[in-house]
């Protein structure tokens, strides 16, 4: 019983820090999307790729769309790091 006790008290106590764990998933998740924007953006081989790959995939308007995707990764990726 003492154990059962035990668990539920670590349990409550764990459910007041899952807000930690949230925190640390949006910055993860954030710092990927901008990292990968900002390379896209920023690095003419990177960008170059980026077409190449849409343009293999037959994705209309492959140069609009490359700095598009690029464009909404940077800037939202750093949404979610600013909060």
């Known amino acids: 019983m003492n154990a ?4 539920r008290t670590f349990l409550s106590e764990l459910h007041a ?8 998933a949006r910055l993860a998740v954030g710092l990927l999307f901008f990292l990968s924007g900002r390379g896209k953006l920023f690095v003419p ?3 170059e790729q ?3 790959t ?3 995939a037959h994705v209309p308007f492959p140069d609009f769309n490359t700095v598009f995707v690029s464009t909404v990764e940077f800037v939202f990726g750093l949404f979610l790091l600013v909060g």
């Not at 820090?17 to 640390?24: A, D, E, K, S, T």
């Open 54 to 56: 849409l343009l293999d």
């Open 45 to 47: 081989e990177r960008r």
């Open 50 to 52: 980026m077409r190449q």
């Open 4 to 7: 059962m006790l035990w668990v």
């Open 17 to 24: 820090w899952q807000w930690l764990g949230i925190l640390v």
